[in-house]
């Protein structure tokens, strides 16, 4: 099942504007990560928050934490067309014995010129 | 080298036939993953390895059978498969965080299978 469900599914913006996605979640987090995913191929680890911070800066990416809501944001910041993907939150936590990444329900963005 | 190699690309398979995907990576993760997507749906894990040995098996049904020779390598075996079988299988490797979360992942390009 689905860790995280992640709002807007779809997102649709013009080039330079700034495009935030959202994702709660439902159990306790070791930490949250975001990837990118193009046209249905592999995924690109973006950026990685912990369970104990609460904000985070990778060049034109904001990611919060909010442990309490059970929620995460990315903000992507001045956006180009080369953005357009899909965006999707995944969950890191420990089961048993043995750690697991768990994906939420995926934003797809698109950027237009 | 941070790159996760998956073969082959697309695999076309019959439902009574037996083939396998490859992973391979020289990262030194010993951690790797199995996951299936479907369109337009986030990636589901399948398996986990951890050290070589099978660690979370998310009741995937036994025609998927997982092989961990050895650090750099997974297979996943596919005998008997159902067309709603078909989807993008994706493998992933990361370091082995001994309990305190999955590290970053880094994924292959995945093998699309088509079941006919």
């Known amino acids: 099942s689905q860790q995280g469900e992640e709002d807007p599914q779809a997102l649709s913006i013009q080039e330079g504007e700034n495009a935030t996605m959202n994702c709660s979640y439902k159990?306790?987090?070791?930490?949250l990560q975001w990837y990118r995913q193009n046209s249905g191929r592999g995924l690109v680890h973006l950026i990685l928050?912990?369970?104990?911070?609460r904000e985070k800066h990778s060049g034109r990416l904001r990611v919060t934490l909010d442990t309490s809501k059970k929620s995460s944001s990315l903000l992507i910041t001045a956006s180009r067309a080369a953005d357009t993907a899909s965006y999707f939150c995944?969950?890191?936590?420990?089961?048993?014995?043995?750690?697991?990444?768990?994906f939420g329900t995926g934003t797809r963005l698109q950027v237009t010129l | 080298d941070t790159e996760v190699t998956q073969t082959p690309k697309h695999l076309v398979m019959g439902m009574t036939n037996k083939k396998s995907l490859k992973c391979e990576q020289h990262?030194?993760?010993?951690?790797m993953y199995w996951y299936k997507q479907k369109a337009k749906k986030p990636p589901e894990l399948m398996f986990v390895?951890?050290?070589?040995?099978?660690?979370i098996n998310e009741s995937v049904p036994s025609r998927f059978s997982p092989e961990c020779p050895n650090s750099s390598l997974l297979n996943l075996h596919l005998h008997a498969l159902q067309p709603e079988d078909s989807a993008l299988y994706l493998c992933?490797?990361?370091?082995?965080?001994?309990?305190?979360?999955?590290?970053?992942?880094?994924f292959g390009q995945g093998t699309r299978l088509t079941v006919v």
């Open positions: 992933a490797s990361s370091l082995a965080t001994g309990g305190q979360g999955v590290a970053e992942a880094f």
């Open positions: 159990t306790s987090i070791n930490n």
């Open positions: 928050i912990r369970s104990n911070e």
């Open positions: 995944a969950t890191a936590a420990v089961d048993g014995t043995a750690s697991k990444l768990t």
């Open positions: 990262m030194g993760h010993r951690a």
């Open positions: 390895y951890s050290y070589e040995k099978l660690s």
